[in-house]
């Protein structure tokens, strides 16, 4: 049992917005700023897309936003696109420990 | 632009060992420290654990302390992951990734490893 959960899947047309969800169970976790998200597409390195709940590294579009509340961060794209299919994870750094959702797979209709 | 980029997929016997690498360009090896990461068929991400490479100390997670092994070769910018005595279980996906403050901004592909007799 991941200490971070996320909803196995999630789905939105083209031109949509989605959020996935990502909640802390573990008191190491909890309350870390440091939440990032990584896109994954079977068979490649998953990207870097947010980091510190809301940063964007460079060449990442801005129709992904990350965001905090309580023990739950969540991860939002906008303007949804077709290349944006793929499995999402969180992870979280706290007390000198890196902690990883279990993965939700995003699905363009 | 930083690349990692891990050996191809292995195939090996129950009891055998198995030898990842992870070749680092772009950046300078020594600056960042590299972690290895596990996904087992059907599982999440596990941290295995990670290696300083300006000093080559390795740290292993719980779960991974005694088959596990981390080492490098700073000559070729490179980082290894010797699992030895190799069982069904340890047939998983490994990666390497960079960690640049607290987030991973550098992954490699992922090495498929599958114990099987």
């Known amino acids: 049992q991941s200490a971070l959960i996320q909803p196995p899947s999630a789905s939105g047309s083209p031109g949509q917005s989605v959020t996935i969800s990502c909640t802390a169970t573990s008191s190491d976790v909890v309350g870390s700023d440091y939440v990032s998200w990584y896109q994954y597409h079977p068979g490649k390195a998953p990207k870097l897309m947010i980091y510190d709940v809301t940063r964007r590294p460079s060449g990442v579009p801005d129709r992904f936003s990350g965001s905090k509340s309580g023990n739950t961060a969540s991860l939002t794209v906008s303007g949804l696109q077709a290349e944006d299919e793929a499995d999402y994870f969180c992870m979280i750094y706290g007390g000198n420990n890196w902690v990883f959702g279990g993965g939700t797979k995003l699905t363009v209709l | 632009q930083v690349h990692l980029v891990q050996s191809a997929s292995e195939l090996k016997k129950p009891g055998a060992s198995v030898r990842v690498s992870c070749r680092a360009s772009?950046?300078?090896?020594?600056?960042?420290?590299l972690f290895w990461i596990r996904q087992a068929p059907g599982q999440g991400l596990e941290l295995m654990g990670w290696?300083?490479?300006?000093?080559?100390?390795?740290t292993y997670a719980q779960a991974f302390t005694g088959r596990f092994v981390f080492s490098l070769d700073t000559s070729v910018s490179t980082a290894y992951l010797q699992i030895s005595s190799l069982q069904a279980e340890d047939t998983a996906f490994y990666y390497c990734?960079?960690?640049?403050?607290?987030?991973?901004?550098?992954w490699g592909q992922g090495t498929l490893v599958t114990v099987s007799s």
């Open positions: 290696i300083t490479t300006n000093t080559g100390h390795p």
């Open positions: 990734a960079r960690l640049k403050i607290t987030e991973f901004d550098s």
């Open positions: 772009g950046y300078t090896f020594t600056s960042y420290s």
